[in-house]
């Protein structure tokens, strides 16, 4: 089904874009003008949320895709249609822009130091104790595979959380020139700011303190839990590389 974007004159729907596993992105014009318009499943607090977390993040200068209210002035449409000014750019594809990426995350975590929990999700250090939150729901998992994920999680060095991206990767990255856009913050929350670098090239420096091997399988875990009753052939198969890294 195509979201309805009546609620903003004049736009119109041109094609899908790449991207939106979960949630579907369409290329749309109005006049000159070209628009990504997102469709989100989150509840309304959850969905607030994540949009007062991207205009707080433009107002610090990080660099993120801008909300274009509908005509009534609201932020998101029926069916929770949101629309976006189109950013330019492509993946992720040398060292420096990397860096940048990097630059960018650090960002986030420095200006959201304390920032409040997302409703309705988790983090990393309470779903230790917890079993449910966001996409997460550990008790859906054979307790052989929750315990491992939460194994994982428990190397991670303790800190006051931060807004995180939650699904930073090259295909939520948009780089033209000097400038990095990170995209798609569907999956962001407030948790160990140290995850948003689990999966980002191993040959790229991050500030972590601790060993890159345990922060990448903490990532693999978190896309176990994450993703484990969404996509569970992709979870399955991230579980057996988690199985693999950590010889279980």
Same mark, same amino acid.
């Given at each position: 089904?195509?979201?309805d974007v009546t609620a903003w004159a004049g736009l ?39 949009l007062d977390l991207l205009g707080h993040l433009a ?7 801008? #909300? ?24 992720? @594809? !040398? ?27 988790a983090s990393s250090t309470a779903l230790l104790t ?8 550990? $008790?859906?998992?054979?307790?052989? $595979? ?10 991670? *060095?303790?800190? *006051? ?8 990767? $090259? ?9 990095? !856009?990170? #995209?798609?913050?569907?999956? @962001?929350?407030?948790?160990? *700011? ?9 040959? #790229? ?30 979870? $399955? ?12």
């Open positions: 089904m195509l979201p119109e729907l041109v094609e899908p874009l790449r991207g939106g596993a979960r949630n579907p992105v369409f290329l749309a014009r109005r006049g000159g003008e070209r628009f990504a318009v997102r469709v989100s499943g989150r509840p309304e607090p959850a969905l607030t949320w994540e107002a610090y200068g990080v660099a993120v895709a801008g #909300i274009v209210p509908a005509d009534d002035g609201r932020r998101w449409g029926a069916g929770g249609v949101l629309v976006h000014p189109f950013v330019t750019g492509g993946p992720p @594809s !040398t060292a420096d822009d990397w860096r940048r990426v990097v630059a960018a995350a650090g960002s986030v975590h420095e200006c959201t130091r304390g920032w409040p929990q997302r409703p309705g999700f917890t079993a449910r939150g966001g996409d997460v729901d550990l $008790a859906a998992m054979p307790d052989s $595979a929750g315990e491992l994920v939460r194994a994982s999680w428990r190397r991670l *060095p303790p800190t *006051p959380p931060t807004a995180v991206h939650g699904d930073l990767g $090259a295909g939520n990255v948009l780089v033209d020139g000097d400038q990095v !856009t990170l #995209i798609d913050w569907d999956e @962001s929350r407030a948790d160990v *700011p140290w995850l948003d670098f689990a999966h980002l090239p191993e040959d #790229i420096e991050v500030p972590v303190p601790m060993d890159r091997a345990d922060l990448v399988t903490a990532g693999v875990a978190w896309e176990v839990a994450t993703c484990w009753v969404a996509e569970p052939e992709y979870a $399955a198969r991230r579980l057996a590389e988690l199985r693999g890294r950590t010889g279980s």
